[in-house]
Antibody, heavy 119, light 107 residues
Framework: EVQLLESGGGLVQPGGSLRLSCATS????????MSWVRQAPGKGLEWVSA????????HYADSVQGRSAISRDISTNTLYLQMSSLRVEDTAVYYC????????????WGQGTLVTVSS | EIVLTQSPGTLSLSPGERATLSCRAS??????LAWYQQKSGRAPRLLIY???SRATGIPARFSGSGSGTDFTLTISSLEPEDFAVYYC?????????FGQGTRLEIK
């Protein structure tokens, strides 16, 4: 069974940094494509970043480009999102999501972790 | 960036009725479109991919159609558990984008 479990969210001041983690199990992490999707309170879904399994190609939304870095640790089957220079508008629930086939749709999702950027 | 515009913003229907949700892309995306259902406080669930293919375990009352710029999600006969927010998502070009959502509420 595929499991995705996010952690690392919390309250951070504007300009601060945070690293989100997504612990995974139930599939071959090293060859899987993963992504982060966020949802601001009461708002819709916003794709944030993607990491292709093979080739390790990364993609970022313009809203986080230059402030975020997606990475993974194959030894622990964990996906990360390092976020810096955080802004109030980065406040959201951050979901880890997995591409289930060879196409960029999200078949599996974690439960999300809340990041609140506030002074 | 490809913009996806969903309509209506809110749809009020009764159980047993047919629901028709629309998603329009700002440029052609072939059939590279998915639909998700999200219930309050929960993660989204993939319903439809590649415009019309149902994801694993999705009931047959959910169907998708369309290609190019205009897409439709149809729920043939609403069940009480179908009242939720629905999003479309395109994978044609980076960045991946989502529509703003349609809220399906009980009338």
């Amino acid at each position: 069974e595929v499991q995705l479990l996010e952690s690392g969210g919390g309250l951070v001041q504007p300009g601060g940094s945070l690293r989100l983690s997504c612990a995974t199990s139930g599939f071959t992490f090293s060859s899987s494509a993963m992504s982060w999707v966020r949802q601001a309170p009461g708002k819709g879904l916003e794709w944030v970043s993607a990491f292709s399994g093979i080739g390790e190609i990364t993609h970022y939304a313009d809203s986080v480009q230059g402030r975020s870095a997606i990475s993974r640790d194959i030894s622990t089957n964990t996906l990360y999102l390092q976020m810096s220079s955080l802004r109030v508008e980065d406040t959201a629930v951050y979901y880890c999501a997995m591409r289930g086939s060879g196409k960029w749709y999200f078949d599996y999702w974690g439960q999300g972790t809340l990041v609140t950027v506030s002074s | 960036e490809i913009v996806l515009t969903q309509s209506p913003g809110t749809l009020s229907l009764s159980p047993g009725e047919r629901a028709t949700l629309s998603c329009r892309a700002s440029q052609s995306i072939s059939d590279y479109l998915a639909w998700y259902q999200q219930k309050s406080g929960r993660a989204p669930r993939l319903l439809i991919y590649d415009g019309s293919s149902r994801a694993t375990g999705i009931p047959a009352r959910f169907s998708g159609s369309g290609s190019g710029t205009d897409f439709t999600l149809t729920i043939s006969s609403l069940e009480p558990e179908d009242f939720a927010v629905y999003y479309c998502q395109q994978r044609s070009n980076w960045p991946i984008t989502f529509g703003q959502g349609t809220r399906l509420e009980i009338k």
